[in-house]
């Protein structure tokens, strides 16, 4: 049974930073890709940032290039989201995610009845205030 747990939220002030930690069991880790998505209240689950089984590929919605850093400790087995410069749209339920695939596919982002990732996390909660 595959389980995933993320952790590392919390309550940052704008401008603050956090960093999220994913782990997962009961699967040959480095043998997915594995990415973020967000949710926050009221909007669709969003797309931030995938990584390819190896961390040689890494993908980013533009709306976190540049303050987010994805990478992974294979040995370890974790994932992790480096978030810096936060703002307060960064407001979010964080869901770590595993990929059916070793790379990330074209459609990383996206999270519809079509196409999800193969496994995800009951979530870790981020609050950046004003």
């Known amino acids: 049974q595959v389980q995933v747990m993320e952790s590392g939220g919390g309550l940052v002030q704008a401008g603050g930073s956090l960093r999220l930690s994913c782990t997962a069991s009961?699967?040959?880790?480095?043998?997915?890709?594995m990415g973020w998505f967000r949710q926050a209240p009221g909007k669709e689950r969003e797309g931030v940032s995938c990584i390819s089984w190896s961390g040689g590929s890494t993908f980013y919605a533009d709306s976190v290039k540049g303050r987010f850093t994805i990478s992974r400790d294979n040995a370890k087995k974790t994932l992790f989201l480096e978030m810096n410069s936060l703002k307060p749209e960064d407001t979010a339920m964080y869901y770590c995610?595993?990929?059916?695939?070793?790379?990330?596919?074209?459609?990383?982002?996206?999270?519809?009845?079509?196409?999800?990732?193969?496994?995800w996390g009951q979530g870790t909660q981020v609050t950046v205030s004003s």
């Open positions: 009961g699967l040959t880790f480095d043998n997915y890709a």
């Open positions: 995610t595993i990929e059916r695939t070793l790379g990330c596919p074209g459609s990383w982002f996206a999270w519809h009845d079509g196409r999800k990732p193969a496994y």
